[in-house]
């Protein structure tokens, strides 16, 4: 059973950045996709950025330009740089990886961790 846990989430002032950290209980290689949501009180889950294997990048609107997402294989860990952190991007943010198997698709997520950017 894949494990993912988050860190690196905390209070931080508008402008300011965090980095989020993912790392998994196993090799990261075979997913086929790994990504960040958010998920604000009383909002629907979003979907913040993803990466595939190939390495390809997908950003949501709000973020481009502010949010970088990478993945480090050796070290099993998928990031998300988040920098110029609006009061807006106040969540709990989601690792997700999703593995394609003979023609099935199965979801994994971590448990989220607290982003607060106030003053």
């Known amino acids: 059973q894949v494990q993912l846990v988050e860190s690196g989430g905390g209070l931080v002032q508008p402008g300011g950045s965090l980095r989020l950290s993912c790392t998994a209980s196993?090799?990261?290689?075979?997913?086929?996709?790994m990504g960040w949501h958010r998920q604000a009180p009383g909002k629907q889950r979003e979907l913040v950025a993803d990466i595939i294997s190939g390495g390809s990048t997908n950003y949501a609107d709000s973020v481009k330009g502010r949010f970088t997402i990478s993945r480090d294989n050796a070290k099993n860990t998928l990031y998300l740089q988040m920098n110029s952190l609006k009061p807006e991007d106040t969540a709990v943010y989601y690792c997700?990886?999703?593995?394609?198997?003979?023609?099935?698709?199965?979801?994994?997520w971590g448990q989220g961790t607290q982003v607060t950017v106030s003053s």
């Open positions: 997700n990886a999703v593995l394609v198997l003979a023609g099935s698709r199965y979801d994994y």
């Open positions: 196993g090799s990261i290689f075979s997913f086929n996709l």
